[in-house]
């Protein structure tokens, strides 16, 4: 995305709801190619809430793929398979 | 889950769904399991649960369905039933009081709590695991399930037993919550305008 033009955007958003639910629906892969298409370039470019809240959705969403996910100890993985295999044994 | 129709695996193809279908998951169901009950014994315990209640029940899982979808319900299912009782956690808030918050004009009131792109690049610590872990933990699960784990609202909705709408609502709350307590933590790591 190219960095709007920040002097000729909208400072306030009329409907604010209803535009987080449109943001979230598109990071989250839910909108219509349509929806997408029409929200990107008829609205975020031109409104600076917007604009913001969803670069901050983006860049959480980063932040909590490289800080929030543990993985599985190994030992743990190795006696959950010899569990299933004595399992399978019985 | 159809649950309804039954596959008769025998013991190699039980095995081989076993280690291609569901061990390639065992990362992201051991991090479901840690951020569910936070506390690392009673993550292993319920991961190797829900790993042998899975091998158990292998005929109700269909061949060419999500298995990850199918092992997370099983995981979130022995977690309330076992371990959601005796987690360490404080009291869980009211259900129905939960729900009732989400449909209320609350949700509008802070709705973008004031937080800045350049606040969380300075959050390189574990700001936003604590933040994560201390939502209550149906808005952890959501959070978990869409933004670490990738799953599409339909398939929240089937792993958590609610409609979509909730699942859309609780999301929404979520997210405004877990902002809220970043720019908490950016406040006090000195952002005046955080
Ligand atoms: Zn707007």
Known sequence: MNSPDFSKMKKDCQNQRECFEILQSIIDGEATPQQKEHFMKEHLEQCMPCYKSYHLEVAIRELLKAKCSQHAPQELVESIRKKVIENLAQ | MEEVIREQYSEREKQSIFNQEFMPHINSMYNFAYRLTLDSDDAKDLLQDTYLKAFRFIDSFQKGTNAKAWLFR?????????????????????????????????????????????????????????????????????????????????????????????????????????????????????????
């Open chain 2, 74 to 194: 099983i995981l979130k299912n022995s977690f309330i039933n076992d371990y959601r009782k005796k987690s360490k956690e404080p009291s869980k808030v009211d259900y129905q009081e939960v729900e009732s918050y989400y449909n209320s004009e609350d949700v509008d009131r802070q709705i973008t709590p004031d937080l800045r792109v350049e606040a969380l690049q300075d959050m390189i610590g574990d700001e936003i695991s604590v933040a994560l872990n201390s939502l209550d933990v149906d808005f952890r699960t959501v959070i978990i399930l869409c933004d670490l784990e990738g799953f599409k609202y339909e398939e929240m909705a089937k792993i958590l037993d609610i409609p979509i709408g909730t699942v859309r609502s609780r999301l929404h709350r979520a997210r405004n919550l877990l902002k809220e307590k970043l720019s908490e933590y950016a406040k006090k790591m000195g952002y005046k305008n955080a």
